[in-house]
C-alpha cells in the first residue's frame, strides 16, 4: 500500500492525501490553500480552475497524471466542511469518475459552493451519516466508516478505511472534546475498537502538535463569551461579534447568550447565511428561528441604518475576524456601511488569527482602523478545534498504529508531532513518516 502526500504537508491547507491499493485508490479530501484566495471573490465573479490552479490555492492532483492514478480514484472521503478539505471539489473533482462521500452537513455546504461557482458536477454526492459505514466499489471492495469526531464545525469524521493491508485511519481535523455544546462527543469507543484490530497507518492532525496542552473543550469558549456578554458594561454600547461563519456550535451559543441580554440577534453576510442555511437543511439549526438573516447589500444598508439608532438593542454577528479585506466588519471599520462606529463600542473577536503572513498583516490592519473608533476590542475569545500534544498522545495510544504520518502544517508542526511518535517508541522513517507535498511512502 502506498501513501501518497498531494496537500497539506507543507504548510497549512489544500488537503489531499491518497491511499493506493495497486488497482484501487481512495482520496480523503479536496481542499483550498485559502490564504492564496484572499480578496479573489472581490476580483473574479466565478473563479476558474485554471485562475485558481495559478494562485497556487488548488492541491496539486495533477500528480495523479504523472503517476497514472487519476482513472484509479475509486472515491473522494470528505472529512468535514471547512473550505481546505471541501474547498477544491468544484475545480477538480470532475477529473473524476468517483462518487465524493461526506457526512450530511459537509454534502450540503459543498451544494452551497456549487451554487456560487455556478459548477454542476457529474460525480454522485452520498451523505454517510455520522458512525455510519458505505462500501466503495472498485477492483476490490472498500468499507469506510466516517466516525463522529469533534472539531470546529459539525459533523465532522475521522475516516476509517478497510483495505487488504489493514485499516486506514484519516484524522484531519479534530479535538477530543468530551463536552461540547452541540452534538455529540467522539467516538471513543468504535476507536478503541479499532485499535485493538489492529491500524495500518494513521494520517494525523499536527497543526498544534509544537503546544504542551490538552485542547479545551467548546464548553469553555461558552464561558469566556458568556464573562464578555455578562460581566463588562454594555447597556449602551453596540456590540459586533466576529467568528467562523461555519462554526454551527459557537454560532448557537453567541445567539443564545445575545437572547439572554434581550438583543435582537442579526447575522450579516453571505458566508454565514450559506453555513447557518445548510446546517438548517439538515436540522442542525436550532437557533435559526432566533436571529435574522442579512445578505444582499440593500439589505445590509437598511438593516444597519435601522441598528443605528439604537444599537444597545441588537447584537450584531458578521465575517472579518481574520481581517479579510471586503468583510462586513473591514466595511463597517472603513465607513464603507452604515453602521457607525463609536467609543465603547464592544467588538469581539470570538476567533483566533490563522497563523499565515496575509492573515497576520490583514487583522493587524483591521484593528488599527477599529482603534481609530475607540472601540473596545475583546480578542481571541475562543478555542481551537485543533488537538495539542496531549490529545496526540491520548490518540496514539488509543489506536496504537504501525505508522504515523503527521499532516495539515509545515515542517516545523510535522515535525513537532514526528518527535512524540519517537518519545512513544516510533522511529523515524521505519514507522513514523514525514512527508512533503508530491512524496510518498509504501507501508
Known sequence: MKIHAIGGYNAVGKNMTLIDMGEDVIMFD????????VGVA??????????????GALPDDEYLDQKNLRDKVRAMLISHAHLDHVGALPYNSYRY???????PFTIEVLKTLLEDTNIRLKNPQIPIQPDKSFIVK?????????????????????????????VVIYANDFKLDNS?????????RRLRELGKQGVKALVVDCLYAPDDRKTPSEKIAKGLLEDVFFSTDNRNSGMIVTTFSSHIARLKTITE?????????????????????????????????????????????????????????????????????????????????????????????????????????????????LKKHN??????????????????????????PEHIIPSHGDL????????????????????????????????
Open 42 to 55: 472581490e476580483r473574479e465573479k466565478v473563479p476558474t480552475e485554471s485562475g485558481m490552479r495559478a494562485l
Open 97 to 103: 469518475r468517483a462518487p465524493i462521500l461526506g457526512t
Open 257 to 369: 447568550l445575545g437572547r439572554k441580554l434581550n438583543r435582537d440577534v442579526v447575522f450579516m453576510g453571505r458566508s454565514l447565511n450559506k453555513y447557518v442555511t445548510a446546517a438548517s437543511n439538515i436540522g442542525k439549526a436550532p437557533f435559526k428561528k432566533d436571529i435574522r438573516l442579512v445578505t444582499f447589500r440593500n439589505q445590509l444598508e437598511r438593516e444597519m441604518k435601522k441598528i443605528n439608532q439604537r444599537k444597545s438593542r441588537y447584537l450584531l454577528v458578521c465575517t472579518g475576524h481574520q481581517g479579510e479585506p471586503g468583510s462586513i466588519l473591514d466595511r463597517i471599520a472603513t465607513n464603507k456601511l452604515p453602521l457607525r462606529l463609536s467609543s465603547n463600542d464592544q467588538i469581539i473577536f470570538s476567533s483566533k488569527t490563522i497563523p499565515s503572513p496575509i492573515n497576520e498583516a490583514n487583522r493587524s490592519a483591521l484593528e488599527k482602523r
Open 375 to 400: 472601540v473596545r476590542i475583546f480578542d481571541n475569545v475562543h478555542v481551537s478545534g485543533h488537538a495539542g500534544r496531549e490529545d496526540l498522545r491520548d490518540l496514539f495510544r488509543m489506536l496504537n
Open 138 to 166: 472498485g477492483k476490490k471492495n472498500y468499507k469506510v466508516e466516517f466516525l463522529n469526531m469533534t472539531h470546529s464545525t459539525i459533523q465532522s469524521s475521522m475516516i476509517a478505511l478497510h483495505t487488504p493491508q489493514g
Open 30 to 37: 479536496s481542499g483550498l490553500y485559502m490564504p492564496a484566495i
Open 180 to 188: 461540547p455544546v452541540f452534538g455529540d462527543k467522539p467516538n471513543y
Open 412 to 443: 516545523k508542526k510535522l515535525s513537532a508531532g514526528a518527535e512524540l511518535a519517537q518519545e512513544m517508541g516510533y522511529k523515524l522513517n521505519k514507522t513514523v513518516h514525514l512527508m512533503q507535498n508530491g512524496h510518498s511512502i509504501t507501508v
